[in-house]
T-cell receptor, first 115, second 108 residues
Framework: GAVVSQHPSWVICKSGTSVKIECRSL??????MFWYRQFPKQSLMLMAT?????????EQGVEKDKFLINHASLTLSTLTVTSAHPEDSSFYIC???????????FGPGTRLTVT | DAKTTQPNSMESNEEEPVHLPCNHS???????IHWYRQLPSQGPEYVIH???SNVNNRMASLAIAEDRKSSTLILHRATLRDAAVYYC?????????FGSGTKLNVKP
C-alpha cells in the first residue's frame, strides 16, 4: 500500500514554456502533499506544502508565481513550472501523507530538462 | 529548518550489520524521527520511524537515545541492494527538511 505516482517521469521543454507535473496517491487519500526539488548530487529541498482545497504554502525563497501548485482532490496535486528556464532543470519529487500518519510516501520523481 | 547531522559516507561488507548514526540535538519532545533511503534517480523510500522507544520492522531497526538527541539505524545484514543514501529526518511542524544524508556503500 501507500503508493504515490508521478507523471511524467521525465520531460524536456523549451525555455519560456510551462510544464505541469502530476502527483497522485493511488491507494489512499492524502489531505497533504509536498513538493521537493533535488539538484544533482544534492539533497532534497522542500519547495511547498499542498493542502487539499486550500492554497499551498511555500518555503522561503520559492517563487509561488513561478511554481503553481494545485491540490484539487484528495488524490491529486499538480505542480506547474511557468516560464521555465534552464536553471529550473532539476528532479522534482512529490510526497503524500495519509491523514493521522506521520510518514510521507514519495513518488518516483520527474526529471525536468529545460533547453 | 530542522537540522540533522550524519556522516557523509559509510562502507559495509555484505552480510554484515550496519549502524548508521544521526544527531538531532534540536529535536523537540513530540517530533518523530524518520529514516528514508534513496537510490539514484528515484524518490526516497520509507525505512522506519519512531518517537521514543526502539522500533523494529522487516527492513531495519531504529535505536533512539534516551535523550532523543541521536538515533541509529541498524541494518542487520547488509545486502548489495541496501547501497543508497540514507536520510535521517525529524518532523518539524509536519514538514521534512532533508539533511545531506549518509551514502552507504556495500562491498560484496
Amino acid at each position: 500500500g501507500a503508493v504515490v505516482s508521478q507523471h511524467p517521469s521525465w520531460v524536456i521543454c523549451k525555455s519560456g514554456t510551462s510544464v505541469k507535473i502530476e502527483c497522485r496517491s493511488l491507494d489512499f487519500q492524502a489531505t497533504t502533499m509536498f513538493w521537493y526539488r533535488q539538484f544533482p548530487k544534492q539533497s532534497l529541498m522542500l519547495m511547498a506544502t499542498s493542502n487539499e482545497g486550500s492554497k499551498a504554502t511555500y518555503e522561503q525563497g520559492v517563487e509561488k508565481d513561478k511554481f503553481l501548485i494545485n491540490h484539487a482532490s484528495l488524490t491529486l496535486s499538480t505542480l506547474t513550472v511557468t516560464s521555465a528556464h534552464p536553471e529550473d532543470s532539476s528532479f522534482y519529487i512529490c510526497s503524500a501523507r495519509q491523514p493521522g500518519r506521520g510518514e510521507q510516501y514519495f513518488g518516483p520523481g520527474t526529471r525536468l530538462t529545460v533547453t | 529548518d530542522a537540522k540533522t547531522t550524519q556522516p557523509n559516507s559509510m562502507e559495509s561488507n555484505e552480510e554484515e550489520p550496519v549502524h548508521l548514526p544521526c544527531n538531532h540535538s534540536t529535536i523537540s519532545g513530540t517530533d518523530y524521527i524518520h529514516w528514508y533511503r534513496q537510490l539514484p534517480s528515484q524518490g526516497p523510500e520509507y525505512v522506519i520511524h519512531g518517537l521514543t522507544s526502539n522500533v523494529n520492522n522487516r527492513m531495519a531497526s531504529l535505536a533512539i537515545a534516551e535523550d532523543r538527541k541521536s538515533s541509529t539505524l541498524i541494518l542487520h545484514r547488509a545486502t548489495l541492494r541496501d547501497a543508497a543514501v540514507y536520510y535521517c529526518i525529524f518532523d518539524n511542524f509536519n514538514k521534512f527538511y532533508f539533511g545531506s544524508g549518509t551514502k552507504l556503500n556495500v562491498k560484496p
